[in-house]
């Protein structure tokens, strides 16, 4: 099935430093969203996005939504140990009830 | 706490086998959709229902079925089980008035197929 690309498709990195990863895609989205998965749970909803070069934050977190809206863009600021998890992107796109998840970046964070 | 649930959290199954998964919702939520989360891979749509009928399936063969009930619960069945199966299989419910974001996962059943 279709994916997104995302990456890096995995990182460490020390706590206190900040994460940038991104989601790219063939095809143009009306919606991104960013989602955080921990081992045995499902997505967790962190942004959402609806305009094209939109930036929202969501405290330590900020997301923006690509120009061309084939892509988007997360950062993560002064990491802490509980952001560890899978990230995923997903796109949607207008009209559509079908959300195309990305294939996920895996962070770590080094206390 | 996303108020969706699902049972049961594992299952294992034998090649050629059916199963059956069931999902809760919260109250009043009249959207289910589900996903199929292969290992190291983001969740892929199955299907959605609204208001029981089946409105919108992504690419997966006939043999995934589903159903939604008015209680707000649905079930996703699969028959002649392939070793290929075996994944984390996750419902999400919303609101269909909502906007489409708030869109609510349970904490998935791992089917195991052997």
């Known amino acids: 099935g279709q994916q997104l690309n995302q990456n890096p498709q995995s990182m460490f990195i020390q706590e206190g430093e900040d994460v940038s990863m991104n989601c790219t895609s063939s095809?143009?989205?009306?919606?991104w969203l960013w989602y955080k998965q921990d081992p045995g749970e499902g997505p967790v909803l962190l942004i959402a996005?609806?305009?094209?070069?939109e930036l929202t934050s969501n405290g330590r977190l900020t997301a923006q939504f690509g120009i061309t809206r084939k892509d988007s863009f997360l950062n993560i600021s002064a990491s802490i140990p509980s952001d560890v998890g899978i990230y995923f992107c997903?796109?949607?796109?207008?009209?559509?009830?079908?959300?195309?998840f990305g294939t996920g970046t895996r962070l770590k964070v080094l206390a | 706490e996303t108020g969706v649930t699902q049972s049961p959290t594992h299952l294992i199954k034998t090649r050629g086998q059916q199963v059956t998964l069931r999902c809760s919702s919260q109250?009043?939520?009249?959207?289910v959709s589900w996903y199929q989360q292969a290992l190291g891979q983001g969740p892929q749509f199955i299907f959605q229902?609204?208001?029981?009928?089946?409105?919108g399936r992504g690419n997966f063969p006939p043999r995934f079925s589903g159903l939604q009930f008015p209680n707000y619960s649905s079930e996703l069945n699969v028959n002649a089980l392939e070793l290929d199966d075996s994944a984390l299989y996750l419902c999400?419910?919303?609101?269909?008035?909502?906007?489409?974001?708030?869109?609510?996962f349970g904490p998935g059943t791992r089917l195991t197929v052997l």
């Open positions: 095809s143009i989205f009306n919606t």
């Open positions: 996005l609806y305009k094209a070069g």
């Open positions: 999400a419910s919303r609101i269909e008035q909502e906007s489409t974001d708030t869109q609510y």
């Open positions: 109250s009043g939520h009249n959207t």
């Open positions: 997903a796109g949607l796109s207008g009209g559509t009830y079908k959300y195309i």
């Open positions: 229902y609204y208001r029981e009928e089946e409105n």
